[in-house]
T-cell receptor, first 114, second 115 residues
Framework: KNQVEQSPQSLIILEGKNCTLQ??????????LRWYKQDTGRGPVSLTI?????NTKSNGRYTATLDADTKQSSLHITASQLSDSASYIC?????????????FGRGTQLTVWP | EADIYQTPRYLVIGTGKKITLECSQT?????MYWYQQDPGMELHLIHY???????EKGDLSSESTVSRIRTEHFPLTLESARPSHTSQYLC??????????????FGSGTQLSVL
């Protein structure tokens, strides 16, 4: 069964600190992995997209890594800000020629305290 | 910023009412999707469309229906709402077409509460 598992389920950090969120998947075949940020009551917004051949992708203070061999990805947030408080969702696609079927994780709820 | 819009943002209705959730995008995308999301849970695909007059059911069984008469418009209808339909409904579209990095854009969602 294709699955996407994220950890931790929730995380609280102080403003200015760094944090790393984890995503493990069993989706096969693998096409690409996406990280989304979802503010409370809003739709998800894309942060990064990585294909099989990409090991790392950055978007400002967000850096995603991918190890396709171990089927693991991480999202590192540097110098956190209050506005980083949100749910971070890992999404894996299983086909290359089109958007493919998407498998969603349940997200990591990040809270940044002042 | 994605040009995909959902209305209403919040809707509270009584059991048995017919409702339509609106979704429009101005990006010219052929592919559009409806997802259902409960708190703390993953998104579930309930309907998708690959173009005008094309609609398919998604992975999650849903009593809702959709239509795609125009490229930019993808409304979702519930003929008779029930409390079990209470959830957040997210509309999305994807493009430009093709490639592994085809981007998926989400609307802000409609939070539906059925009493």
């Amino acid at each position: 069964k294709n699955q996407v598992e994220q950890s931790p389920q929730s995380l609280i950090i102080l403003e200015g600190k760094n944090c790393t969120l984890q995503c493990n998947y069993t989706v096969s075949p693998f096409s690409n992995l996406r990280w989304y940020k979802q503010d409370t009551g809003r739709g998800p917004v894309s942060l990064t997209i990585m294909t099989f051949s990409e090991n790392t992708k950055s978007n400002g203070r967000y850096t995603a890594t991918l190890d396709a061999d171990t089927k693991q990805s991480s999202l590192h947030i540097t110098a956190s800000q209050l506005s980083d408080s949100a749910s971070y969702i890992c999404v894996v696609s299983d086909r290359g020629s089109t958007l493919g079927r998407l498998y969603f994780g349940r997200g990591t709820q990040l809270t940044v305290w002042p | 910023e994605a040009d995909i819009y959902q209305t209403p943002r919040y809707l509270v209705i009584g059991t048995g009412k017919k409702i339509t959730l609106e979704c429009s995008q101005t990006m010219g995308h052929d592919k559009m999707y409806w997802y259902q999301q409960d708190p703390g849970m993953e998104l579930h695909l309930i309907h998708y469309s690959y173009g005008v007059n094309s609609t398919e059911k998604g992975d999650l069984s849903s009593e809702s229906t959709v239509s795609r008469i125009r490229t930019e418009h993808f409304p979702l209808t519930l003929e008779s709402a029930r409390p079990s339909h209470t959830s957040q409904y997210l509309c999305a579209s994807s493009g430009p077409p093709g490639g592994t990095k085809e981007k998926l854009f989400f609307g802000s969602g409609t939070q539906l509460s059925v009493l």
